[in-house]
């Protein structure tokens, strides 16, 4: 089963993100290996008009075409809902499509969304027609708001952008999924390594976005594969039925009268 964004089918479960990289030719190569489709770019942090700007656009631009892919512009840097918006709409005619990943941060120290000015941004977008992906903290009832709102993807964080901590509040993460079960969930920001990504497909999250980790591997290309596995080894596990762990042992080695485990009522 592929992932869908906004009725967009796509072939991979991994988003990424073009910053960082030790250069435009690395970041090409990267972003090939990972298998990802989906590219997120900041307007605001590469400028058009700017030489540099120019190359890291012909070399994303370069990466998609051979994926078949989608560019998804972000808001990264943007403080308040009405920049948020503005830079929204300036990105949506420059790239030419309504997908928009929308971040607007509340806090410098560690770059934490603003849950408020998200949620205003969002309505006032998708009244616009924006496809709205929102970046948001991990918590229950703005997923829910976001969602309610008609945002039909939501990016909760796993931990804040750039630190690679991983998974902060796996029971954060955990209890969104089980309640908006309809929502394409996409696990974005501070995952560090491949087993962070795969932990959050095995709770049944539909995609990751990551950047950093990638970015700034010893070896991003390899790095790149390496999580492209472990979301597809995460989402794999997923869909076959991870087993209960239980309390007390049980000897995995089959007697002579019962070589296979009967599931009640199975067969
Ligand atoms: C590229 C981008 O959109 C980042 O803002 C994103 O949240 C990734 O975060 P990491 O760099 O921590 O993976």
Known sequence: MSLTIYDQ???????????????????????IASGAQVVTLSLKRQNPAALAGETIWRYIRECVARTKGFLLPNTAG??????????AKMSREIFATDWIKL???????????????????????????????????????????LYDLGCQVIMPWASPIGTGKGLM??????????????????LDAGIGKPSDACLAMEMGYD????????????????MA???????????????????????????????????????????
């Open 225 to 267: 594969r390496a999580f492209a596995q472990g979301i597809e080894a995460g989402s794999q596990a997923y869909v076959a039925g991870i087993m209960q762990p239980r309390q007390t042992a049980h000897p995995s080695t089959p007697t002579l009268d019962t070589p296979f485990w009967h599931q009640p009522g199975g067969q």
């Open 207 to 222: 995609a990751i976005l990551l950047n950093s980790a990638v970015a700034l591997a010893d070896n991003p290309v390899q």
């Open 169 to 186: 509040n796996p029971y954060n993460l955990e209890t969104i999924r089980l309640r908006l079960p309809d929502a394409t969930l996409i």
């Open 9 to 31: 089918p796509l072939n991979s479960r991994l988003l990424i993100g073009s910053a960082l990289y030790p250069s435009p030719e690395v970041m090409k190569q990267a972003i």
């Open 103 to 145: 971040e607007v941060i509340g806090d410098d120290y560690n770059l934490q969304p603003d849950p408020f000015e998200l949620l205003s941004a969002a309505e006032t977008l998708l009244q616009d027609g924006f496809k709205v992906l929102p970046y948001c903290t991990d918590d229950l009832v703005l997923c829910q708001r």
């Open 78 to 87: 943007c403080k308040t809902a009405k920049e948020a918006v503005t830079l």
